[in-house]
């Protein structure tokens, strides 16, 4: 799967690279929600930037936000965090946040990884070690 997984202190960053696909995407997110750590974490950065093609329709984006939202019965607030840089991905990114809007989970879209972690980090409630 062209997707890493690197937990830190109090979150997860993940980076997807290469062709994706909505499904491959989804697997990641179940890995994700099945590791013990999740239950815990104060949010996710998804770095896109590395992502050269993909295969994911919006219906995926619908089921994305869908599970998320169950999961976040058991999670509780989680700032989700989404590095894109460019066309199509900043459009389905927008999707997602617009499917997120008034729940649990609160979604925004970035440039780079690092404004993404300035944004991450900008309440004191979240430990700004890597």
Known sequence: MPFTIDWEPE????KFTGKISGEEILKSNFQLHR????LKIKYV????????????????IKVYADTDEIISYL??????????TQEPFITMANSYREEMRDKL???EIFNT????????????SIDHQE
């Open 105 to 107: 989970f609160e979604c």
């Open 11 to 14: 979150g997860v960053y993940r």
């Open 35 to 38: 590791n013990h750590r999740f």
């Open 45 to 60: 950065i998804n770095d896109f930037t590395g992502v050269t093609g993909h295969s994911i329709q919006f219906t995926h």
């Open 75 to 84: 999670t509780g607030k989680i700032k989700i965090a989404l590095a894109v």
């Open 113 to 124: 990884v690092d404004d993404a972690r300035s944004w991450i980090f900008e309440s004191d």
